[in-house]
């Protein structure tokens, strides 16, 4: 059996107006796998998210990040273990270079300088954009910010990456680009999407949210193609399924 990556037990989130988003999440993701996250606006997938990396805390319930609780005193090893995207690759590019962007978390964790140029040179050339790196973020197109974000996140050598939405915004040369780049990391990768598609192409397993719940949870083909499954959750099949001759439930 692969090592467990990420555990999570009985998870309840409730905002401060009330708003229960979690009811009892339960999942646990091995090493190396692929996880999408679907679901409609509102079923709780962002807000998962924010929850693996600590940024929200659990109402009650309990995460293991490489067998070490989310909390505050393990957060710091926590957040080096997990390369964050966020939906908006400008909440990750704010300095006045790509090269300083990709450098700011090293940096942060006191590595030498040869260390933190060496990580950034890597990340650069891993994504493909090691050309830009002297370019200012504002100068950059969408996909190249994408890229940029991504480098940002493996900079820290995690062993989990996540992402919110990641081919938002995208045209699509840069969307297979990314799909053809995520699918080379061995990472254990998590991406919430509405972009069925790229879940399809890029994630071996998939949990479906509704109301803050798991209601499905397995093979993507197999639930990314469940007709009633897509229409219970107020999704509809990958746009790459809806005109062929699918054997679809």
Do not use: W
Not at 6 to 13: M, P, R, S, T
Not at 92 to 106: H, M
């Amino acid at each position: 059996m692969r090592d467990i990556s990420i555990e999570i037990k009985d998870l309840y989130y409730k905002y401060p107006d009330g708003y229960e988003a979690l009811k009892g999440i339960d999942l646990t993701l091995h090493k190396g796998q692929s996880l999408g996250i679907v679901g409609s606006n509102g079923a709780g997938k962002s807000t998962l998210l924010l929850q693996l990396t600590g940024i929200n805390r659990p109402s009650s319930g309990k995460i293991e990040i490489n067998s070490l609780e989310v909390n505050k005193k393990n957060l710091a090893q926590i957040r080096k273990d997990i390369g964050f995207v966020f939906q908006n690759p400008e909440d990750q590019l704010f300095t006045t270079s790509i090269y300083e962007d990709v450098a700011f978390g090293p940096k942060n964790y006191k590595l030498s300088r040869q260390e933190v140029d060496k990580r950034v040179t890597e990340s650069l050339e891993k994504v493909g954009i090691l050309e830009l790196k002297n370019r200012a973020p504002y100068r950059l197109s969408g996909g190249q910010k994408n890229m940029a974000a991504i480098a940002t996140a493996i900079s820290m050598e995690p062993s989990i990456l996540i992402m919110d939405e990641p081919t938002s915004a995208l045209d699509p040369k840069a969307r297979r680009k990314l799909i053809n780049l995520l699918n080379s990391f061995d990472y254990t990768k998590i991406i919430a999407s509405h972009d069925l598609d790229m879940i399809l192409d890029t994630c071996e397993r998939t949990i479906v949210l509704k109301n803050g719940q798991i209601v499905a949870d397995g093979d993507t083909q197999i639930i990314l193609l469940d007709r009633d499954l897509m229409e219970e959750c107020d999704l509809e099949l990958p746009l790459s399924c809806q005109k062929r001759d699918f054997n679809i439930k």
